[in-house]
């Protein structure tokens, strides 16, 4: 009878600790898929901020090619000018007599400054390149940041799914 008696609660132990050891293992799994959905989530939004600073570069990319565009379409639309009055004054019958020297030397400073004044009209200011510069220098810095995030990230993941898959095999 004492065999028995030793025997139902030598069982009743082994069940007690299956199960706490079950339930460790059962709490653990939930721990790792918690962590793991974190990981994942946090991967995710590392590489929607990542595609929002590329998005962000090619609109400044964008910005500066329309910029450069502007500017030679203006000085295309400014040589137009220049040989449109050529034609006209060639029609004229003075044009053929020449030009005092300090009238043609006015005129040619003044042009020459009409064109500088042209060119510094479409460039921008001081001010706004520094602040383009500074804003880029943000960007690079930013994407940097969530490179090396996302790369933390990944590792964590790859660490983790190789847990797993030891553990499968194991």
Known sequence: MVTGSLRVVFTLCLL???LGAGGWLWQRERLR????YTLRQERDA?????????QT????????????????Q???ESEKGRQQV???LSRV????????????????RDARLLTVETRLGTTPSAQTVHALKVEITELR???KETRASLQAVTHQLELLVEKALYRSDG
């Open 33 to 36: 898929e918690t962590v793991l």
């Open 141 to 143: 810095g930013d994407l």
């Open 46 to 54: 590392a590489w929607q901020a990542l595609a929002e600073q590329r």
């Open 16 to 18: 007690a600790s299956l």
């Open 93 to 108: 019958n003075c044009i053929r007599e020449p030009v005092p020297g300090p009238v043609a030397d006015r005129v040619r």
């Open 86 to 88: 050529r034609q006209r």
């Open 74 to 76: 203006q000085c295309g």
């Open 57 to 72: 570069q090619q609109v400044f990319h964008t910005l500066d090619q329309t910029v450069e565009h502007e500017k030679e």
